[in-house]
């Protein structure tokens, strides 16, 4: 599978398994058993949306685009613009 294909079909399995809404891709790593997708999801809906809460999930599929597992690895704030 190509990147724009796994990209594709990491959103579209973390979507259907997770019920949360795919915000942005933000990382995309080709590893030996496959690939690892960094998403950003919308946890919680705010008022003002800087203050929506995101969730960074990471996600592992084979090389065939079969979903391996995914796992959150931490929330934000919308309107956080470090890293840490």
């Not at 294909?5 to 080709?30: D, H, T």
């Not at 496959?34 to 950003?40: A, F, N, P, T």
Request: with cysteine.
């Amino acid at each position: 599978m190509n990147t724009d294909e796994i990209i594709k079909k990491a959103q579209e399995e973390f979507a259907r398994l997770s019920k949360l809404p795919v915000n942005a891709v933000i990382g995309l790593a080709k590893i030996d058993e496959g690939w690892v997708i960094s998403l950003e999801a919308l946890q919680r809906k705010a008022i003002p949306d800087t203050m929506d809460i995101l969730g960074v999930y990471e996600v592992c599929m084979d090389c065939d685009g079969n979903l391996l597992h995914f796992e959150r690895k931490r929330l934000r704030k919308r309107g956080e613009t470090e890293e840490g």
